[in-house]
């Protein structure tokens, strides 16, 4: 494991997960490998900790799942995003982009 | 999003639970395996790429327990759970969990079965309004209690009696419908015009009699029961208008009454009646004089049945002392001969139609009660003591963490399992004791036999019964939760003594149970024999193997007395002639069947006291019916087919005839005339026979005779038309029933045959009342007895549970087994001696309320009181024998191993 690691928090890791599966369908580590790549293994997160992430946004109807053949032709669960799975990723970026952009102006001004 | 997909994910994950822990197995499998793979492209060897996904995934068992939480479902889950653990805790003992569920069973059973009978029987309304202001109106003479009135006495108490507004006559009766191609005998009834208003009915479809249609010869009309159109005529509004044939003749339908309707003696009686047609009395005919007053003269024949409507603000009371004031009037001015001893009153509705159940019913109630309180005190005692063992239990478990909510929902989830189990037993008790009253209750307790368990009665009582078994389990719950650990785990000692007050509390409690088990047991041991009594009872004829069934020749087919008595010729010939018949007759009514009222007689030589007459109660028979029922012949012969149409006019009296009529004379050879005409031909007396006890097993006899049908019809000149087939078999008489109406349809495939039963069946039912009585105390008595036999074991156990160390150690110190058994035995005994004395006690002061249900047998009858407290005192010993034993298998190694 290299470089700098973060907690993430719960939210911010739900976000990222719905922001991911904008793009395409996913199974549960083709997400976690995209999240390392992506932010260059920051968020190397236990990659376990994604699945009960899955989970909760399953229970709230924001993505659904299907079996069907992955890639390599297993039999994989593939995550997908939900139209409520949309509207929720706008409104919590909407509320990132205002939370973060008070932070850095905190750090920048203080 | 929100409430509603979380309770789907709930649910399905509920549902769907092993799936979803597989799939979840098969995606972490899935994820590690693309990891190592990935890894391994890394360059790392085959084991360490497994390794590092393994480590950065986290630990599989974590996340799905993490993701498991995450499915929601988790209360479900932890009730679940609960459920689990209070199933083994109660599990752990079985003894306490099956006597608490069975104890509430029964006791939500019976509660829930009993209230049904009430509801139906004394709750239900009566289909009559307003039913305060409606009563029946009787006559009573010297010999008969309660009768019918004559035309007389209703225009009498219509017009002179204030306090009655209005009078309707019903007489009841059978009839055949005949038309289509399954000729029926249903119970028919003439009523006069009045009679649907008086009772504040009115018809459901169509209309009631007009006064044109009750008056002699008026136009033909009838009414049926909702339930008869319904079953018989498809329920078609267009049957009004229509006619139907009844006994051969056709008669229009005018209206349909509502459903559920009954005449007030259709309740407790054959059942209901069916169809109606106007009275229509020829009043001058029947020998009244029309028209408003008392004319002591004619009277009339007493024939009808009366219900009266009361005046508004009269009372029942009321109406009969207007009617005894009316009534010694009429003795005071000599209209009435005082010899006679006539009285006139009124019934109130609901006494009439409910009075005769009420005596079972609260016996039934209080057997209930009290099998209901012993099983409270049961229960009640078991939670005490499991929630007093319990408490340093709970307390350890406090004090190594478990949360006081928790404790509480565990506690309280146990005592949900047991109401719940309590419950469902209880439904099935309540249901087979319905199934049995319907089955067992005699037709003479008025709508007993209709209980029936509806939903919402049966919803309502497990409710209400769980409830409270949940109220007293929370009870000791929240008592055993609020423990203070350190407290409990001190004190909780290894003395013997422990708990002695809880103890003395159930001792007491116990000592109720058998108190009460043995008053219901006494109550139940009197009846037994009072109806072993009554059916030892020689009621002057033999009814075993006996097959009887009622014919009714209508008048259109059979127009004189001729034809009647071919018709019962060939019938007696053809019948005789089935494999297994041994003999055959016919007669008016069978004993213990049907009432038989007198007929005024004039015998030879004999001279009645001043306004008295003689009478006798007229048996109508065919040859072949003394020895159907073997009447035993004192003298001279029985009838035979010598006394036909032509023959010479022969009877036949019992012994009280002679006794009351005969004193001293030789009775054979004496002529009697029935009725007052002084110049009908007389019949000369053939043959005597013992007593027959035709109104009741326990009713006087009163003088009687026989004639053959054929000559009945010749002098006085009445045909009787509804006889009962009567049949002595070789085998079962059931088995000749098929024969036997096949021969009736070969002489006349028209008549129906009703009422097939068998005389042990008929004198079976004339005892009904005791034997249901008996057999409700019985079933409750054992239950009782049983359920303290719990309570002793459960005590004794207890006891011994508690001892155990103390037994140990003088095992140890060399105390012989029997020694330690009757040591243990000893502490039920007390109780139990002290309950039965109880139990008798009560029992001496409440056993005189079954009164008249006994026969034969004091309610104090010694016998029976020794029977069942030796009984008793045996099932308490055996009760305690168990854990008698147990005791004396005490250890001594069990002194170091207690708890």
Known sequence: ?110 | MGWFSTLRSAVSSLLGRRRADRELAEEIRHHLELETEWQRRQGLSADEARQRAVRSFGGTALVADEVRDERGGRRIDALLQDLRFAWRSLRRQPGFAVTVVLTLGFGIGATTALFAVVRTALLAPLPYRPVDRIAMVWSAWRGFDRTWLSWDEYEAWSTEIRAIEAIGLFASGAANLTDGDQPERVRSAQITANTLSVLGVSPALGRGFSEAEDRPNGPAAAMVSYELWQRRYGADPALIGKPIQIGGEAVPVVGVLPPGFRLPLDFGGPGPTNVYQPLATDAAAEGAVPGPGFQPGGGGSHSYHAVARLAPGATVASANAELNRYVAELVRTGVMPASRQFRAFSVGIDEQVTGPIKGPLFILLGAVGVVLLIACANVAGLLRVRGARRRRELAGRVAVGAEGGRLTRLLVTESALLAGFGGALGVAVAAGVVAAVRLLAPATLPRVAETRLEPALLGAAVVLASLAALLTSILPALQAARVAPADELKEGSRGATVGAGRLRWRQALVTAEIALAVILVIGAGLLVRSVANLQSIDAGFSSDRVLTMRLSLPSTWYPDGARVAAFWDDARRRVAAVPGAQSVGAARLLPLATEMGDWGVQVEGYVPPANQGAQADWQIVTPGYFEAVRLRLREGRVLDDRDDLAGGLAMVVNRRFVDSYLAGRPPLGAQVRIGSNPNREPYTIVGVVDDVRHNGLTAESKPGFFVTMAQFSRSPGTTVRSMSLVIRTAGDPNRLVAPVRAAIREIDPRLPIAEVRTLDAIVAGSIAAPRFAMQLLGVFGLAALLLSAIGVFGVVSHVVAMREQEFGIRAALGAQPAELIRMSLATGLRQTVTGIALGAAGAWVLTRLLGQLLEGVSPTDPATFATVVLATGMVALLASAGPALRASRAQPSLVLRAD
């Not at chain 1, 904008?22 to 490998?33: A, D, I, M, N, Q």
């Open chain 1, 1 to 110: 494991m290299t470089g700098p690691r973060s907690d993430v928090l719960q939210g911010t890791l739900e976000m990222m997960v719905l922001k991911l599966l904008t793009r395409e369908p996913s199974h549960g580590w083709g997400l976690s490998f995209r999240l390392r790549e992506i932010s260059r293994d920051v968020f190397d997160v236990n990659q376990g900790s994604l699945y009960p992430a899955l989970q909760r946004l399953l229970r709230r109807g924001l993505v659904r799942s299907e079996w069907r053949a992955s890639e390599n032709n297993r039999r994989a669960r593939f995550y997908e995003i939900t139209p409520a799975g949309h509207r929720a990723l706008e409104a919590a970026v909407v509320d990132w982009r205002r939370s973060s952009d008070a932070v850095n102006l905190v750090l920048r001004l203080a």
